[in-house]
């Protein structure tokens, strides 16, 4: 896109590589479509996303990736997530990739609960820079459960 040759300085995406995490058992269904649901009662509205493309790395037990995309990528995160269609949406999705918003989900030892935390760059008018702030979990954190 024109977004991402001007304000990333990216001409091409990379190549999109399997993370591997479909080959733990306990995850597998993570590579397939997630539906965020924030308790609310409102389906879909929140979201859909998928982890098929993240890094995942199986010493730690720890997921990286960015939903929107951004600098820096070494697989393409553009994609990854969607959610209803609207003028904050569309704001929110360019300010996500200026800003190199990455999730990092670190799953206990048993894979049955993890918890996702958020880094970003918050000089989003300088969106060359890694995503280096940690978003403080008093104002958002999420807790991932298996039912």
Partial sequence: SMFKRLALCQCSSPPRQPSGIERVPQLGGLVGVLHQDFGDGKPFVHGMQTMRWCKYDVETRRAEYK???????????????????????????????????????????????????????????VPCLPAWASVPRACLSYKLEQT
């Fill in 67 to 125: 939903p929107m995309g951004g600098a820096f990528e070494t697989q393409s995160g553009q994609g990854l997530m969607t959610a209803e269609p609207g003028c904050s949406w569309l704001v929110g999705i360019n300010a996500m990739r200026l800003s190199n918003v990455t999730y990092l989900i670190n799953f206990s030892e048993d894979y049955r609960t993890a918890t996702q935390g958020i880094v970003c760059n918050p000089c989003c008018c």
